[in-house]
């Protein structure tokens, strides 16, 4: 079966240039290889800052040719599409001639049919649907991005789904809670979750005095990573060693925080780390913590989960649903009041509760491993059967 997906978070091999900070559907896909061909055409969204860079004939070539790499089996092409404005997600009309003229070249060089045609974040890619090219069954698939186009643009987005997708799935809980209040007479109940690798998974037999915390994720406003220090910061007497592990624009108000404070002892920055490092990072730490907002998921708290760790996620985020308040992890507001309790909280359990959240929180990662969702990706963008 031939499978071609569109997507704006897909892993990319080669551009050291380009960074992405979620490669979730990489992990959907790269276990379909064995029984179907997969096609992938990943857009990516070039910051306003970038823009300077196309002044070297490489880029120049990769922005009107397109960048073609190959991972774990599955060929992909790469098409750089420039952003303007800070929110601007779609692209201008000269844009879109340009992404269509690269992918009828490539799908008549592969001589590729697809049977199935999923697109990711259509919002993102409304214009794919009417290539002459494309005639298999078409699936969309709404992430968090997605919700502020159904919003703003409620009756033209709805009018689209309808019109050209046979099925609409969710990404999460929270947007399919969302995206039923709109009349979408195509979507779907059942959500496509991502999941972690397949790993040995770290049992805890305690936890250290000195709680160590860590936090994985962009150095964006949107994290509340200042949520998380101010929070510490009103637990100055309970023992505990913060990591922070990431980079972004916002790193040195951050810094500048921690110095406020006087906790220079207690938090460690760190800027990048590959995946392999971060779950080693994750096996020696306590507790993971992001009172991220605006998240489609958030793999990073199933691959703290899949480690051990106490996780703390978002309410009525994307792991909502999937974390058990006060059962396999804990849910905070992302509020200073409601993570401090909620902090202090796990400070002052006892080892043999740890223990057992810990536990919980393993079985729950070993349900929704890669190889488990992929499974279910596939059968759902295939026919809708249930996993």
Not at 100 to 123: A, D, T
Not at 219 to 235: A, E, F
Request: charged content about 30%.
């Amino acid at each position: 079966m031939n499978i071609l997906v569109i997507t704006p978070t897909y892993k990319i091999e080669g551009r050291k240039d380009l960074f992405r900070d979620s490669e979730a559907v990489h992990y959907l896909c790269k276990y379909l290889t064995k029984e179907n061909n997969v096609y992938v055409i990943d857009t990516y969204l070039n910051g306003f800052s970038k823009i300077f860079k196309y002044v070297n004939p490489q880029y120049i070539k990769y922005l009107k040719s397109g960048y073609n790499y190959v991972t774990d089996g599955i060929k992909v092409t790469l098409i750089e599409r420039q952003r303007f404005f800070p929110k601007q997600i779609n692209g201008f009309k000269f844009e879109e001639k340009r992404f269509l003229k690269i992918f009828k070249r490539e799908i008549s060089n592969n001589e590729f049919i697809p049977n199935i045609f999923v697109v990711h974040m259509p919002s993102m890619n409304m214009f794919w649907v009417n290539n002459e090219n494309i005639k298999g069954k078409k699936i969309a698939i709404l992430h968090n991005t997605d919700l502020n186009y159904l919003f703003t643009n409620s009756d033209e987005f709805v009018k689209y789904l309808n019109n050209n997708y046979e099925k609409v799935f969710c990404r999460s809980k929270k947007i399919y809670e969302i995206a039923k209040q709109f009349d979408l007479n195509n979507l779907s109940n059942e959500i496509i979750s991502s999941g972690v690798p397949e790993t040995e998974y770290t049992y805890r037999k305690e936890f250290s005095n000195r709680k160590r915390i860590l936090y994985v994720g962009k150095l964006i406003k949107r994290k509340n990573l200042d949520i998380l220090i101010n929070s510490l910061h009103n637990l100055e007497n309970y023992n505990w060693k913060l990591t922070i592990v990431g980079k972004g624009k916002m790193r040195n108000k951050y810094y500048k925080l921690v110095k406020k404070y006087k906790l220079e002892n207690n938090v460690d920055f760190i800027e990048q780390l590959d995946r392999k490092d971060v779950f080693n990072l994750m096996q020696n730490s306590d507790i993971f913590c992001m009172p991220s907002q605006n998240e489609t998921l958030g793999l990073v708290y199933l691959e703290a989960m899949s480690k051990g760790c106490i996780t703390i996620g978002t309410q009525n985020e994307g792991i909502d649903g999937i974390i058990v308040d006060h059962k396999n992890g804990f849910l905070a507001e992302p509020n200073e009041a409601s993570l401090s309790k909620t902090l202090k909280q796990i400070f002052d359990m006892k080892e043999e509760e740890l223990v057992k959240i810990s536990d919980e929180a393993i079985k729950t990662a070993k349900i929704y491993t890669e190889k488990n969702m992929s499974k279910k990706y596939f059968n759902l963008i295939k026919d809708g059967s249930k996993l």
